[in-house]
């Protein structure tokens, strides 16, 4: 038999969890609910679905973006704040499924199972965000850098929930792109998904993040090309070097959706794409 | 212990009280216990669209929701989109333009583009095929599924 609680406040979703560390935490289903016909039913179900102190989308004084665990895709579709602050994720988001799972998917959730080819997850290295975890013993605020520390492994506590997803404030004039290829554009898993974000400084390449989806065993930031990239005036002959920083340090795997060539080609051809889009605004 | 979960749903416009195993698929309880066959299963994976019913209003496919979580809810299925014997605009089309063929995604197309018109009147053609790409058919090829929705909106229009 499989208990099922629909907490009414984070605070009762946390007293919860403490009590039943082997119930699953279910929100919108689209990862945990596959062939859940075919799945043994969990002990308990604990729905935090639509909890509203998890689904809120705020600004804070600072700029920083707070985007709860639990708001679904959709509605950072139809927000203003993230379409004006955040487009890397906005892109992202788009892209993720479509109407039926971004009316049900989170980014708690594609954090949660931390897959190497979750879509936001690339954007949350790009923008270094941090994920804000809570248990009853309080919270604490762990960049998803550190978060997520091998194949679909990550630092959250058997006690703890994913609360929210912190934005910090952006630098000024950041530069976002993404870039996900797939077999089509809808509800596709990607073989290769690009977060990238600069800022230029006098022409130069100054802050600089690149994560990257499918290419590691988790979510990669690309540091060689950021390295190779930094202090940099974009053209052709920055492009070439970050092609040969990304071979460097990725070795992407062959599996079902494409093969270990096509991600380096691919990847190496989005990281010199963004080097000649900088370019364009240096221009 | 008992097995079941007691949840209160509102389904096509009825409250329905049921005692369900809270993981079990939305889609199941659907065909199996509420006998609203026209609710289809595709993939079970959430990829094709087939499942597509609206919860609150919002196109889900109901192979990834668990039953426990529609307690308080309201659920449209493909049964509800009809008002009595006329037909939803939709419906209409889609069998003024020949948008169907073996009938399988047929269901989640018509509560998917139901929903779509609705939020989106003026969508484009483009735009319309974006709201629906989460509905795959594999025998039309789309082009009398959009032109069926497209014509849907603009009578939804006038």
């Given at each position: 038999m499989t208990a099922y609680l629909r907490p009414g406040s984070v605070e009762l979703a946390l007293a919860a969890r403490a009590q039943h560390p082997d119930w699953i935490v279910l929100a919108?289903?689209?990862?945990?609910?596959?062939?859940a016909d075919k799945q043994d039913p969990p002990p308990g179900i604990l729905d935090i679905f639509g909890l509203p102190e998890l689904t809120s989308i705020e600004e804070e004084a600072d700029g920083a973006v707070i985007i709860g665990?639990?708001?679904?895709?959709a509605s950072m579709l139809t927000s203003e704040l993230v379409a004006r602050e955040l487009p890397l994720l906005h892109a992202a988001a788009r892209e993720v499924g479509a109407a039926q799972i971004q009316a049900r998917g989170t980014l708690g959730g594609n954090i949660g199972t931390s897959?190497?080819?979750?879509?936001s997850l690339p954007v949350l290295l790009a923008l270094d965000a941090e994920i804000v975890l809570g248990s009853t013993g309080g919270r604490r605020w762990v960049p998803y850098r550190d978060f997520c520390?091998?194949?679909?492994?990550?630092?959250?506590?058997?006690?703890?929930?994913?609360?929210a997803v912190r934005f910090p404030p952006r630098p000024a004039g950041l530069i976002q792109v993404w870039r996900k290829v797939g077999t089509r554009r809808a509800q596709s898993i990607s073989k290769v998904a690009m977060a990238a974000a600069a800022t230029l400084d006098d022409g130069r390449i100054a802050h600089v993040r690149i994560g990257l989806g499918a290419v590691a065993d988790r979510p990669f930031r690309a540091r060689g090309v950021e390295a190779a990239l930094a202090g940099q005036v974009p053209g052709e002959a920055v492009a070439e070097a970050a092609r040969r920083a990304l071979a460097a340090e990725i070795a992407p795997i062959d599996d079902v959706r494409s093969t270990a060539d096509y991600r380096l080609g691919v990847a190496q051809n989005l990281v010199a794409r963004f080097v000649m889009r900088l370019a364009e605004q240096s221009a | 212990m008992k097995k079941t979960t007691r949840v209160r749903v509102e389904v096509n416009g009825e409250v329905r009280v049921l005692d369900v195993q809270p993981f079990r698929r939305l889609l199941d309880v659907l065909r199996d216990e509420l006998r609203l066959t026209g609710t289809k299963e595709g993939c079970g994976e959430g990829e094709c669209g087939a499942c597509t019913v609206l919860i609150d209003g919002e196109p889900v496919?109901?192979?990834?929701?668990?039953?426990?979580?529609?307690?308080?809810r309201t659920v449209t299925t493909v049964e509800g989109l009809a008002n009595g014997e006329l037909m939803h605009d939709v419906q209409t089309a889609l069998i003024e333009h020949g948008g169907t063929q073996c009938g399988i995604c047929t269901p989640g197309i018509a509560v998917c583009a139901a929903w779509a018109i609705e939020r989106e009147?003026?969508?484009?053609r483009e735009r319309l095929r974006e709201l629906l790409a989460g509905n795959i058919c594999r025998c039309t090829g789309y082009q009398l599924i959009v032109d069926a929705v497209a014509d849907a909106a603009r009578r939804r229009r006038s």
């Amino acid at each position: 038999m499989t208990a099922y609680l629909r907490p009414g406040s984070v605070e009762l979703a946390l007293a919860a969890r403490a009590q039943h560390p082997d119930w699953i935490v279910l929100a919108g289903g689209t990862d945990l609910m596959v062939a859940a016909d075919k799945q043994d039913p969990p002990p308990g179900i604990l729905d935090i679905f639509g909890l509203p102190e998890l689904t809120s989308i705020e600004e804070e004084a600072d700029g920083a973006v707070i985007i709860g665990a639990a708001a679904p895709y959709a509605s950072m579709l139809t927000s203003e704040l993230v379409a004006r602050e955040l487009p890397l994720l906005h892109a992202a988001a788009r892209e993720v499924g479509a109407a039926q799972i971004q009316a049900r998917g989170t980014l708690g959730g594609n954090i949660g199972t931390s897959s190497p080819v979750g879509d936001s997850l690339p954007v949350l290295l790009a923008l270094d965000a941090e994920i804000v975890l809570g248990s009853t013993g309080g919270r604490r605020w762990v960049p998803y850098r550190d978060f997520c520390t091998g194949y679909r492994a990550t630092v959250l506590g058997p006690d703890e929930l994913m609360l929210a997803v912190r934005f910090p404030p952006r630098p000024a004039g950041l530069i976002q792109v993404w870039r996900k290829v797939g077999t089509r554009r809808a509800q596709s898993i990607s073989k290769v998904a690009m977060a990238a974000a600069a800022t230029l400084d006098d022409g130069r390449i100054a802050h600089v993040r690149i994560g990257l989806g499918a290419v590691a065993d988790r979510p990669f930031r690309a540091r060689g090309v950021e390295a190779a990239l930094a202090g940099q005036v974009p053209g052709e002959a920055v492009a070439e070097a970050a092609r040969r920083a990304l071979a460097a340090e990725i070795a992407p795997i062959d599996d079902v959706r494409s093969t270990a060539d096509y991600r380096l080609g691919v990847a190496q051809n989005l990281v010199a794409r963004f080097v000649m889009r900088l370019a364009e605004q240096s221009a | 212990m008992k097995k079941t979960t007691r949840v209160r749903v509102e389904v096509n416009g009825e409250v329905r009280v049921l005692d369900v195993q809270p993981f079990r698929r939305l889609l199941d309880v659907l065909r199996d216990e509420l006998r609203l066959t026209g609710t289809k299963e595709g993939c079970g994976e959430g990829e094709c669209g087939a499942c597509t019913v609206l919860i609150d209003g919002e196109p889900v496919c109901s192979c990834l929701v668990a039953a426990g979580q529609v307690d308080g809810r309201t659920v449209t299925t493909v049964e509800g989109l009809a008002n009595g014997e006329l037909m939803h605009d939709v419906q209409t089309a889609l069998i003024e333009h020949g948008g169907t063929q073996c009938g399988i995604c047929t269901p989640g197309i018509a509560v998917c583009a139901a929903w779509a018109i609705e939020r989106e009147p003026d969508a484009s053609r483009e735009r319309l095929r974006e709201l629906l790409a989460g509905n795959i058919c594999r025998c039309t090829g789309y082009q009398l599924i959009v032109d069926a929705v497209a014509d849907a909106a603009r009578r939804r229009r006038s």
